[in-house]
T-cell receptor, first 111, second 115 residues
């Protein structure tokens, strides 16, 4: 089942620029996770942010969470061609602890 | 070992065939999952195993039959599939099913084509 929406659905930027993707969800959550998927491959867990956290960093990744707006953003700084992939957010709610996925953003980094 | 290994990577099968997908992890994770993913869509949960017992079946047709022989292995047996079952099948694991603060580790998937 899908919890919410991601936008944009597709994003194409030049190498070196920053990329921002947004995720909105509908119900209260325990945590929100971001995953990357290269074409036709498995998903890679990038970062997890808990409901009581507002911002988290991992290398070139910065994730923010606004529980009042039920939204999150993923910022990739200084993008590289290797960042070309689909990015999915997934939320975890306390009632069942299963991942509920957003629709995904397809990111293309042009060299 | 921090990987989930799926075999085969690609599988083409006829509608009357029986085949199996295999998933293996050696991270000591007690939760294992099967997902189905169609092109340009997010993964759809099929089955959840917790401590080697099936805990969630998301109303998956009986032509898909999961099996968890031990804590490291997960199989998905396929029989009498339809062309619309063609998809990427992903296996994942996590430390537990009933605690939330963990990301999932995914395998690279099996690309299944039903002809």
């Amino acid at each position: 089942s899908q919890q919410g929406e991601e936008d944009p659905q597709a994003l194409s930027i030049q190498e070196g620029e920053n990329a921002t993707m947004n995720c909105s969800y509908k119900t209260s959550i325990n945590n929100l996770q971001w995953y990357r998927q290269n074409s036709g491959r498995g998903l890679v867990h990038l970062i997890l942010i808990r409901s009581n956290e507002r911002e988290k960093h991992s290398g070139r990744l910065r994730v923010t969470l606004d529980t009042s707006k039920k939204s999150s953003s993923l910022l990739i700084t200084a993008s590289r061609a290797a960042d070309t992939a689909s990015y999915f957010c997934a939320t975890v709610v306390d009632s069942n602890y299963q991942l509920i996925w957003g629709a995904g953003t397809k990111l293309i980094i042009k060299p | 070992d921090t990987e989930v290994t799926q075999t085969p990577k690609h599988l083409v099968m006829g509608m009357t065939n029986k085949k199996s997908l295999k998933c293996e992890q050696h991270m000591g994770h007690r939760a294992m999952y099967w997902y189905k993913q169609k092109a340009k869509k997010p993964p759809e949960l099929m089955f959840v195993y917790s401590y080697e017992k099936l805990s969630i079946n998301e109303s998956v047709p009986s032509r898909f039959s999961p099996e968890c022989p031990n804590s490291s292995l997960l199989n998905l047996h396929l029989h009498a599939l339809q062309p619309e079952d063609s998809a990427l099948y992903l296996c994942a694991s996590s430390p537990f099913t009933d605690r939330a603060y963990y990301g999932y580790t995914f395998g690279s998937g099996t690309r299944l084509t039903v002809v």
